[in-house]
């Protein structure tokens, strides 16, 4: 007589492995997506400028400047944008540029087109290389800020707006 043939034994539950697959899939996918989302922005700031959208308002860093109407552009200027930002309590930015024009002369500028505008000169500090302006417009509820310094024989010029 043959002896009888063991039973086989019972099949291993692999539900330890099927967890860390799922888990360790994910942590992948994840990491796809932070590297493909930090592809996607180091190809919009390699192009010069970022901009975000959403139903609260934008935000835009660097790029050309898309001034308002209600400040001054400064003649023969290439406005960069620093930042612009606008959502439903208004609009802000700052841009920059710079010009061979001594800083005397663009605060000059400024202040007579602000004045002009009907703009009020809140302050005007001076010092031996810059000068700062603020302006406000309170009909319109405008503020424009303008700083104009000399570096390495130009004169870089910072413009900062608001309105409400």
Known sequence: MTPPVPPM?????NVLLWILIGVGGFFALILVLVVAGGLFLAHKV???NFEMKSADGSVQIGGAAKLPAWVPDYPGSNPQNSFTAQSKDGRKGTFTYKTKDAAD?????Y?????????????????????????QDSVNLHTIVV?????DNATTVSVTYSSK
């Open 111 to 135: 202040r007579d087109q602000l004045e002009g505008s009907g703009y009020k000169i809140v302050s005007v500090l001076n010092s031996k290389s810059s000068q700062v302006i603020t302006a």
């Open 105 to 109: 002369h663009v605060a000059k500028y």
């Open 9 to 13: 034994p019972a099949k291993k539950s």
């Open 46 to 48: 390699k192009q010069g």
């Open 147 to 151: 700083v104009a310094a000399l570096e």
